[in-house]
Nanobody, 116 residues
Framework: QVQLVESGGGLVQPGGSLRLSCAASGSRFRISAMGWYRQAPGKQRELIAAISIGGSTNYADSVKGRFTISRDNAKNTVWLQMDSLKPEDTAVYYC??????????WGQGTQVTVSS
């Protein structure tokens, strides 16, 4: 069994920053491409950032230039640095394998709310 635990969300004003963490645990976890996903109310979950085992990254146009994904393979941890946050970034954020999130069961996610 693999557990994905996301943390670091919260309430932030527009223009602010947050750093999300995703910790993977369990004997069946295998290092692979990972991604951050988000799901806003009434919308489907979408992939917004992905990172390969070697550290190559890709971003959705909506977050490009504002978000940065990184990882530490030795710690089975993936981060998402979010800067210049906008109200439309409000969503529950999840991590999972990329590009389709089918690697493991989804965690609880972490809520990010951008509001003044």
């Amino acid at each position: 069994q693999v557990q994905l635990v996301e943390s670091g969300g919260g309430l932030v004003q527009p223009g602010g920053s947050l750093r999300l963490s995703c910790a993977a645990s369990g004997s069946r976890f295998r290092i692979s491409a990972m991604g951050w996903y988000r799901q806003a109310p009434g919308k489907q979950r979408e992939l917004i950032a992905a990172i390969s085992i070697g550290g190559s990254t890709n971003y959705a146009d909506s977050v490009k230039g504002r978000f940065t994904i990184s990882r530490d393979n030795a710690k089975n941890t993936v981060w998402l640095q979010m800067d210049s946050l906008k109200p439309e970034d409000t969503a529950v954020y999840y991590c999972n394998t990329a590009p389709n999130g089918s690697g493991y069961s989804w965690g609880q996610g972490t809520q990010v709310t951008v509001s003044s």
